[in-house]
């Protein structure tokens, strides 16, 4: 499991001030025999009692590194996987 985004805990605030519910910090997905890991996993209330809540997940990049395309193609590559 990697260490924390700079930028998670604010990215956390802004989720939850927008009214997401943090399920899991990580969320970790098994594939292929294979652990992954997600920087959240969230649920949004439910706004009406015939409407299920949604669930997503979010993955934090925050390009802060020496070069942006390697910044960039990290990103890229954790999210096709």
């Known amino acids: 499991m990697s260490a924390k985004n700079l930028y998670h805990d604010t990215v956390v605030a802004a989720l939850t001030a927008d009214g997401w519910t943090v399920t899991e ?29 949604r669930e997503i997940a979010v993955e934090i990049q925050s390009f802060v590194g020496k070069s942006v395309i390697n910044d960039l193609h990290r990103a890229v590559g954790q999210c096709l996987v």
């Open 25 to 53: 910090d990580p969320l970790a997905l098994a594939y292929g025999g294979h652990n992954l890991y997600v920087d959240l996993g969230l649920v949004e209330p439910t706004i009406a009692a015939t409407q299920a809540g």
